[in-house]
């Protein structure tokens, strides 16, 4: 397995560059000297954070204006960057859109729309990096998870199948990659609730404004352990804890997850403001003056998160539960032995009273 410890003039390419989690990405990369090629929808929102990253320590930073949902494009954007910057050495696919809706509220195409970006967008930017990574001595693809990526949750179908789709598709590409003894590295962090534009302006069917449900941390956080995630190389990372409890408890108690879901989780994901008649969503086109760091949620977002590695938590839970089921076999085994034993003792003292 290849790391990244020193990522000073590593060449990192980032999808959904512009705002929320992608822009943090960009920033915390930037801060260790590394070269950025940025791809977003916004033309003028990627230039305005290239001079940012620059300032900020970037060795340099170059941008592809594209939608991820076109192929041809993100495959001309790669041999840009690679001509431009160098050598890629790190892709993070992280672009994103959604809708909040139920399924029966939602169109044909809005559910394609979610799935060909959010989905095909990791497809597409794999595809490319793979191009440019498989004749080099090593190389690394981060996709964007999900805790949601495990478990699906109301008003957020389309979203939550893609999450579940990049994950299946990260582990079929890590084991092919590992049958060929290639030393392109695929790692996914599965992310909690985050402070980002998305509920500003991502479209919603709802009457009211959406939220983020349960812990919400801010972007700064998911950069940190993506920049973990390039120096170790894992394979998961599962950050936050409610990403953990979201986990284990879907494993363990998936009816109970059904039930406690279907009657919190519409109501967890809207706030008090109704939605205005004018509202503008990002689906389709890109809205400019939304292109930030933070959302809307600052004032009870988390900057810290805990950040579990996925193999060993899982490894760990599967251990403990096997070391329970085994200390209730020994004791219900001695239970049983014990049993007879009992029996016999009290038909010896009824024999010997009468």
Known sequence: MSTNEHLAGKVVVITGAAAGVGRAIALRFAREG???G?????KTALESLADELRAAGAQDAAIAPLDVSDAEAVFAAADRFAGELGAIDIWVNDAMVTVFSSVGDMTPEEFHRVTEVTYLGVVYGSMAALKHMRPQPSG??????SALAYRGIPLQSAYCGAKHAIRGFTASLRSELEHEQSPIVVSILELPAMNTPQFDWARTHR????????TIYQPEAAAEAVLRAARTGASEYWVGTSTLVTIVGNMIA??????FLARSAVAGQKTSQPVSPGRRDNLMQPVADLHRLHGSFSAEAKSNVSVYPGATTRAAIVAGGAALFFGLGLILAGTRQLAPRLSSRRASRSFRAH
């Open 140 to 145: 690394q693809i981060i996709n964007i998870g």
């Open 38 to 42: 940025l791809i977003s929808r916004d």
């Open 34 to 36: 590394a070269k950025l």
């Open 207 to 214: 009457t009211h404004q959406p939220k983020p449900m349960g």
């Open 254 to 259: 998936p009816k109970f997850m059904d039930w």
